[in-house]
Nanobody
Framework: QVELVESGGGSVQAGESLRLSCAAS??????????VAWFRQVPGKERERVAV????????YYVDSVKGRFTAYQDNVEHTVSLQIDTLAPEDTAIYYC???????????WGQGTQVTVSS
């Protein structure tokens, strides 16, 4: 079955940046042809969708709390979708997941997540 794989997480200090990437575990299609969303989840709290990038990167959407700091984009050569996170803050600490679907209404393919930890 097709799955997504996230990478790029780690432990950083407040104010630093990270770039998360998402790729299909099997090269049977290009993830850049799908709608991809980034979610994050803190233990004990609800999963939150923080960014969406439409097929072919035609448009992006962000939750208010990350606007101006998070940027979703596609790499059509590497067949990945990335999330650039700037000016990280402790409240950004979470497990970050990418998810994909044929459209932006329903996300049916998920990754296992990558941990982002931000210290003050």
């Amino acid at each position: 079955q097709v799955e997504l794989v996230e990478s790029g997480g780690g432990s950083v200090q407040a104010g630093e940046s990270l770039r998360l990437s998402c790729a299909a575990s099997r090269h049977i299609y290009s993830i850049t042809r799908l709608c991809v969303a980034w979610f994050r989840q803190v233990p004990g709290k609800e999963r939150e969708r923080v960014a969406v990038i439409t097929p072919s990167g035609d448009a992006t959407y962000y939750v208010d709390s990350v606007k101006g700091r998070f940027t979703a984009y596609q790499d059509n050569v590497e067949h990945t979708v990335s999330l650039q996170i700037d000016t990280l803050a402790p409240e950004d600490t979470a497990i970050y997941y990418c998810a994909a679907g044929l459209n932006c209404e329903r996300f049916t393919i998920w990754g296992q997540g990558t941990q982002v930890t931000v210290s003050s």
